[in-house]
């Protein structure tokens, strides 16, 4: 991101494409959005994947994520209390929602603009697929 | 394998070989192959480009420029030959290149097992079917493969394209043209 | 009378022939027409399913990125959208 400074934006829709088979990949979207309340979306975000395999094959990792929201200096009793309210229900199932519109079928999926890009790409990929489409819609008369 | 069990077997690959040859059974093979291609075709057209190139890629033993090919081409191959062996048209044609491709999925799918590439859906038939795995879909194509013999080697074709192009025409264009010796023909052959 | 008739049937066998063989062409071209027909239609209402798939995916891909978390610059000209499961 650094190298197309000003030039690319990233937003990210933390989803749970299947809760009903997978009910573990819900809290933990849900657990996302409740870390950004504190200020702590980006590294609860990192941390998520960089701990997976510790996590993910609970059904319900709650306590687990828990557990982990100390080493990032969160509120986990914050976090666990806004998990089970069910108030980052609506923005997990709008992004389902909105996935669902857009077709995606398998995680993860980027749209570069237009272009879709499904499943793991390594970085020079990725980097070479946003050169394209920066020199595409930077070329005069487009 | 007792004489008593391969004699069952023999008369039962009797009975199946005489039902190849019923004209019925080579229209409903014929219909259910050539539909499982044409809704194996939509349902890969209905996916957007990018899924079904990531649904072939998932395979790992094609070449990066074979897989854009394939999920580029692969969806109308299987609409067009599909379609064509459900109207009955070009059969033996269609249902050859059905059988090139039926032999490509089972190779491919062999090599996939053998080689123990983990694959949780084979996205045959994209979003629309349930999700089968390697030996699932080598059994099913091998299945079909079988159900393609009496199709090629039919006897004669019924409720098809084909069939009403080879239809004898001659009788019915002397009765229309008032043929009067074919009348006659007929009148001497009663004679 | 037989060997007559027989006669004529031998004789009359060679224009059947060449009625069934006038009608049989008309048969096969019209076959191949109607043939290409379906087989057109076919094709057509699978490149339509495409198009319309990705014309209804441009203005969806438009819609607003707010209350979602971002990196870069807003406005840029390139914007990817990431849907990922973190399972």
Redesign the interface.
């Known amino acids: 991101m650094q190298r197309f400074e000003g030039q690319v934006q990233l937003v990210l829709y933390p989803l749970a494409l299947n809760p009903a088979a997978n009910p573990a990949s819900e809290v933990a979207a849900q657990a996302a959005w409740c870390a950004g309340e504190q200020g702590k979306f980006w590294d609860f975000h990192h941390m998520l994947y960089r701990r997976q395999e510790l996590w993910n094959r609970f059904a319900a990792p709650l306590e687990r994520l828990s557990d982990f929201a100390n080493d990032l200096s969160l509120d986990p009793t914050a976090l666990k209390s806004c998990v089970e309210s069910g108030r980052m229900q609506t923005f997990v199932a709008a992004d389902r929602t909105y996935s669902q519109q857009l077709q995606v079928n398998s995680t993860p999926t980027l749209f570069i603009n237009e272009q879709r890009v499904v499943g793991f790409r390594p970085e020079d990929e990725l980097m070479r697929l946003m050169r394209q489409e920066l020199d595409r819609v930077q070329r005069p008369g487009q | 394998m007792s004489s008593v069990q391969a004699s069952s077997l023999l008369v039962h690959l009797r009975r199946w070989g005489h039902l190849c040859t019923l004209p019925w059974v080579a229209v409903l093979l014929r219909v259910l192959v050539g539909g499982v291609f044409?809704f194996a075709?939509?349902s890969k057209?209905?996916?957007?480009?990018?899924?079904v190139?990531?649904h072939v890629?998932?395979y790992q033993v094609l070449p990066g420029w074979l897989v854009s090919i394939t999920a580029t081409f692969l969806?109308?191959i299987e609409?067009?030959s599909g379609?064509?062996l459900l109207?009955g048209?070009?059969t033996t044609p269609a249902a050859l290149l059905i059988a090139v491709q039926l032999l490509n999925f089972s190779a491919l799918m062999g090599l996939v097992l053998a080689a123990g590439i983990p694959i949780a859906d084979c996205g045959c038939f994209g979003?629309l079917g349930l999700p089968e795995t390697p030996l699932q879909v080598l059994l099913r194509d091998l299945v079909m493969l079988a159900l393609l013999v009496p199709i090629i080697y039919r006897q004669r074709d019924a409720l098809s394209?084909?069939a009403?192009?080879?239809?004898?025409?001659?009788y019915e264009?002397?009765v229309r043209r008032g043929?009067e010796?074919?009348a006659?023909?007929r009148g001497?052959?009663r004679? | 009378m037989a060997k007559k008739s027989k006669g004529r049937a031998q004789t009359v066998r060679p224009r059947q022939q060449s009625t069934r063989a006038a009608v049989a062409p008309q048969r096969w071209r019209l076959k191949l027409v109607i043939g290409g027909v379906i087989l057109a239609v076919a094709l057509g209402v699978g490149g339509l399913v495409r198009f319309l798939q990705h014309s209804n995916l441009s203005p969806r891909l438009q819609k607003a990125v707010d209350q979602h978390y971002t990196l870069g610059t807003a406005g840029a000209p390139v914007v990817i959208k990431e849907f990922s499961d973190y399972t």
């Open positions: 044409v075709g939509f057209l209905l996916l957007p480009h990018a899924e190139i990531e890629q998932q969806p109308w609409v067009g379609t064509a109207i048209f070009c979003n394209l084909d009403w192009s080879n239809a004898p025409a001659s264009a002397c043929d010796e074919g006659q023909v001497g052959r004679e």
